[in-house]
């Protein structure tokens, strides 16, 4: 397919996804282009949560082989991991059925989705939960979470600002990925 024939398709599921809403030309950028570590510099309220899980979902669908089978969002506060669950919950439900959504936050963690390692899913959390060592959790599942967490996925680490020595924990992590080659691709988004 052309490049304007797949960037008028991803407009029309980026339509579909944000119930009508129309995609930015950087949106439509970061989505042709394959899964790749990358900072995004745009204002508030430019899109760049609905430009990063929407170009992951279209990824998954056009180019399963090179994308991450999983999405890593990581926030700094449960605050803002509850919203942007609530965006990609109502994103997922219109275009993305297959990929299940789960939250994970200090003392509340969905189970289910290292159960099923080779489904897509998109883990929505806060830094604590994501740094390897998730609060409450049972010591001898924090191995799989480890595993799980730094092979075939895509981090994304969001409101920066916010997170202080969390943000060098995770670009160290990212660091450790990129040297010990991980299975799948794992690639980082700030």
């Known amino acids: 397919m052309s490049d304007s024939g797949q960037a008028s398709e991803y407009k029309g599921f980026f339509r579909e996804a944000t119930e009508g809403q129309e995609a930015f030309p950087y949106q439509c950028r970061l989505a042709r282009e394959r899964v790749a570590g990358r900072a995004i510099h745009v204002p ?4 760049k949560t609905a430009a990063v899980v929407l170009a992951w979902l279209w990824r ?38 297959e990929v299940k959504a789960y939250s994970l936050m200090g003392g509340e963690v969905e189970e289910g989705w290292e ?22 959790m049972n010591r ?24 202080g020595n969390g943000l060098g924990t ?17 690639v980082a988004i700030r």
């Open 44 to 47: 508030t309220g430019a899109g």
């Open 115 to 136: 159960m099923h390692p080779e489904q897509a899913a998109i883990l929505d959390a806060t830094q604590d939960m994501l740094l390897n060592r998730g609060y409450a």
């Open 60 to 97: 998954r669908q056009v180019d399963k082989e090179h994308t991450p089978r999983r999405l890593v969002y990581c926030l700094p506060t449960r605050v803002l991991v509850e919203q942007v669950r609530g965006e990609v919950d109502r994103w997922v439900g219109r275009v993305a059925s």
């Open 140 to 163: 001898y599942r924090r191995p799989v979470h480890f595993g799980l967490l730094n092979n075939d996925c895509l981090w994304v680490c969001d409101e920066v600002q916010l997170m």
């Open 170 to 186: 995770t670009t160290q992590l990212h660091a450790f990925r990129e040297e010990a080659r991980t299975f799948g691709p794992a």
